[in-house]
DNA sequence: GGGTTAACCTAACACTGTTCGGTTAGTCGG
DNA sequence: CCGACTAACCGAACAGTGTTAGGTTAACCC
């Protein structure tokens, strides 16, 4: 197929397939070969409108973190970081597969530090001091991504026999999928509370 | 070269091997030809005592997780989860690279979970109910992993310059590896005090 | 000393991301 | 209207990945 009268591809339509096929398949469920076939065309041709996979994953993760929400430290800045730390958390579950590799690659992306500039400087305006502003948004950052990496109770959907002889203190009742969504959502906001609270 | 007089392999040079490559090169860094090599071996030959790569990273992975140490519970459950948190960190910063696996992967793993088993008991032996008990572990695993991820000082060292302008409240000061480091580290303090502080 | 097994090898398979050189449809200048 | 040029796609290839099948030989046991 020489070129075709209305194009096929374009960075739009490449980024919203290749999040649906992380969000069905699994990060490593993406390959541009897969990717390409389900835009009907072979993969050599995605490199005219892609640099490259990484550029892509950085790009598709920069849209879903540009998504996030700061606002909400005019009223106090207890507040505002409650809701910033849910407006990330509810960003990143929306597309969980994705997470390992925002949390692997670099904090360095443009959404992020916008984002993370504008907590640090509310937490100055509110008596902070600057390094404790830092360690204030990092711990935020720690209990979001740990929460959204969500390795906990959504890790263990194994098989239910397998727990409850060899670790008695452990409630099984986190295995139910259902549950453990809900679970998850709440150890996030206990957490969350808990470290407000304790600042 | 056929079978030598002295066994070139063993599970555990494979590992130890191994897990210094990922030290030194990234997870990424790591692959069977080249962790063969340096074996002074061809990489099929690995598979006589290894299953499969994804097996041969669980087992380095429940190695340094079986370094955590969950003992300081006797005293009271906030020094004991203090403890806790501060040995798990220290046994996944000791390995930084590998924690992206291991966040990715199941957490059931057995290291895992005997500890995790543990925790919860002596939670619930001070008191707390055993949904109350999941959801404080699940926040202490939170704060650890994502403080271990560290996606976020060390993730910062690019360019200086790149953020003197555009995000004027953040201090540079961080992007020293040096005080990234310790940043890092105080970080998880405040997180964890201000958790166990607030619960 | 012969048979068995364990430890290694070579070669290959089916993938991966990415690049090079071609082929053609659309577009613009004269 | 026609030629030059570019944009969009394709086929084939490269180097790399994890993994397996089948072969070769040294060490071990009876």
Avoid at 45 to 52: A, C, D, E, I, W
Avoid at 143 to 168: E, H
Avoid at 174 to 197: I, K, N, T
Wanted: aromatic content about 8%; overall charge negative.
């Amino acid at each position: 197929m020489p070129r075709p009268s209305t194009p096929l591809l374009s960075p739009d339509r490449i980024r919203s397939v290749a999040l649906a096929i992380i969000d069905r398949d699994g990060l490593d469920g993406l390959s541009m070969r897969k990717l390409a076939a389900e835009l009907g065309v072979q993969a050599a041709s995605l490199y005219g409108h892609v640099r490259t996979k990484d550029q892509l994953l950085n790009d598709i993760a920069s849209s879903i973190l540009s998504t996030v929400d700061v606002s909400g430290f005019e009223v106090d800045w207890r507040e505002g970081l409650i809701r910033c730390a849910r407006s990330y958390r509810a960003a990143l579950s929306s597309h969980p597969n994705i997470v390992p590799f925002l949390a692997y690659g670099p904090a360095g992306r443009e959404e992020s530090l916008q984002r993370l500039d504008l907590l640090h400087g509310a937490l100055v305006d509110a008596g902070w001091s600057r390094r404790e502003a830092t360690m204030i948004a990092a711990g935020l950052m720690y209990i979001v991504f740990g929460s959204a990496l969500s390795s906990f109770s959504s890790g263990f959907s194994a098989d239910p026999a397998d727990y409850t002889d060899r670790y008695p203190h452990l409630d099984r009742a986190h295995l139910l999928p259902g549950v453990a969504r809900e679970l998850d959502r709440d150890s996030f906001e206990l957490a969350l509370a808990a470290f407000v609270r304790g600042l």
